[in-house]
DNA sequence: TCATTAAATTGTT
DNA sequence: AACAATTTAATGA
């Protein structure tokens, strides 16, 4: 796939780069001049390789986190170290505000998937906006809805669902943000992760697996799923 | 680059 | 839940 270039982080970018990326963020659209300036100045954008950690789990919550280029998975422990639950974030997206809205340590690890583009726009810079721009809020409500409906949504289909349902709608979640650049329509995820992600077990996963691919609906393989009809997926109910 | 070994994942009972 | 078979990743020549 990607030939690793080194290490080599290029150095943050000039200024207007990093405005120009501000500035074209759904949420930035609402700003006033005034306020876009604010946001720009308190945000800093760091390259990380594939593979670099974006934020950690446990650490104090001191950024709101953006997806500037690249692809971010987040990962989510219930446990200690079990039960996780996880999703991608796509470019342009942007995720953290819930702990910094409640003053708590992270509960989840960030990890990007691809050489990615990062920025953190900092705890202050993201209270001054709160309290100053009906824009900011306006969106951080949408935002924070969306999230709430889709909350629902899983847990809908997790008790509506069938075994072979539950595993069908959390690939095609899962595959959903995921799904774009590099990776072919290829994920890794072991049928165990699934079983986790599904509270079934690995043998319930498996079977579920195969009863999809004889649907053509996806072709299983050693430590990863090929998705073939994403849609089917989707609007699997049985 | 290739062979050997260890670890991880899957399929089956 | 436990076992065997298979695949991938790591190691060293």
Redesign the pocket.
Same mark, same amino acid.
């Given at each position: 796939m990607q030939k690793k270039s080194a290490n080599a982080t290029p150095p943050c970018p000039a200024g207007d780069e990093l405005a120009t990326l501000i500035a074209q963020a759904n949420w930035a659209r609402n700003l006033t001049p005034d306020e876009l300036a604010q946001a720009i100045d308190g945000t800093q954008e760091k390259r990380l390789p594939a593979g670099a950690y974006v934020c950690h789990k446990g650490e104090a919550v001191e950024h709101w986190i953006g997806v500037a280029a690249g692809l971010v998975k987040i990962c989510n422990y219930s446990f200690e170290g079990k039960a996780m639950s996880f999703s991608g974030i796509p470019t342009g997206g942007w995720f953290g505000e819930g702990s910094l809205l409640k003053n708590e340590l992270r509960r989840y690890d960030g990890l990007a998937l691809q050489d990615s583009r990062i920025a953190y726009l900092n705890r202050k810079t993201f209270q001054w906006l709160l309290d100053h721009s009906i824009g900011f809020n306006r969106f951080l409500l949408t935002q924070l809805n969306e999230r709430l409906g889709q909350a629902f949504a899983t847990i809908e289909s997790q008790s509506l669902l069938g075994p072979d349902g539950r595993v069908a709608r959390v690939l095609a979640g899962l595959f959903n943000p995921v799904l774009y650049p590099g990776f072919g329509a290829q994920l890794k995820v072991?049928?165990?992760e699934l079983g986790y992600l599904t509270n079934l077990s690995?043998?319930r996963v498996?079977q579920a697996?195969q009863l999809l691919a004889e649907k053509k609906l996806l072709k =299983? =393989?050693?430590?990863r799923i090929e998705i073939l009809d994403l849609e089917g997926l989707r609007s699997f109910s049985g």
């Open positions: 072991s049928q165990e690995r043998q498996n697996l =299983a =393989a050693y430590g």
